[in-house]
């Protein structure tokens, strides 16, 4: 009789190993490219600014390729932000140039993560499939990047490189890595935090930043902070006294906010917005997601106006440590672009 209890606990166990296997299998597949893009940029990093270039173009059935002129790829930019789906780039006012001059943009990237720290800034680049390496190793030569001794080494080109080039290009392309294995470009204008970046990602690590990227799902852009800077960016300090006045009066009355561990806010594919809030417990993220409806059904102190006038609120769901809404724009609003930005008061600590 014990050796049957022994067996059968043995099953047990290995039914929910596969169990648990399974689960994370399946949400591993599941997860994100901007979910995995997170996963190389760096611990330090605050502030990530996310664009899904691949997806982008798709949605506004862009014909581009790496034979397309630097006036093409202004007029898709220039349709990006009218559909408020280019606002969170580091590469807008660069793209005509290292277009035509280096052979990579919006036109061709898959997508583009922008991280920003204390410790400095990354542009992480996903390259397409089949895109020619050695073609852009060949032009970094050319207009006089310096090559390093290894192919997934640092180009260093500096700014005054860049000012020599036929346009404006951002220094966070001052120095560049080539990392054809994984299929990444990345830039900064530091070289030295460049060379660190592979040994400083942030790899699997589980927060409130994780928590809020895996809430948004499939984004074609997004703003996506640490609770820190987002509280700091996103809060009614900086709002004019008459504003602060009434803001605190309405998060009073709507029942109080906690203060968030993450927060996203991000364009989705057919034109909604998903707004993502992490905390500290599941019942502060069900207290929230009461109050901070309420103020997102509301005037918008701070923003001028009603957050009805921009955009209408769908589902507030809290699951788990985390809030979600779902807001509609209302036509010709630019709901990412504006509220990525503060004061936002549904979005203060």
Known sequence: MRRRWIVLLVVAALVATTAVLVVWRLRSEDRSRLATALALAPTSAARFSWTDWAAVRAELDADLSASSTGNDVTAFLSDAFDRDLASTTALDESAPTVQEELGFSPATLDWELFT??????????????GFDVAALRDRLRSVG?????????????????????GGPVTPELAALQVDEEDGLLVGSDDPDFLEQRADLARGDDEDGVRDVVDAVGPALSAAVATGDQACSALAMTDADPADRTRASELVDRAGGVHPMTGFAISAQPGGDVRVAMAFESDDQARADADSRSTLAAGPAPGQGGSFPERFALGKVVASGRVLTMALKPVEGAFVLSDLSHGPVLFATC
């Open 116 to 129: 920003q720290g204390k410790d400095g800034a990354l542009v992480l680049m996903g390259l397409p499939d």
């Open 145 to 165: 990047f310096e090559e390093p001794d290894d192919a997934d080494g640092v180009w260093r080109g500096g700014v005054d490189l860049l000012e020599n080039l």
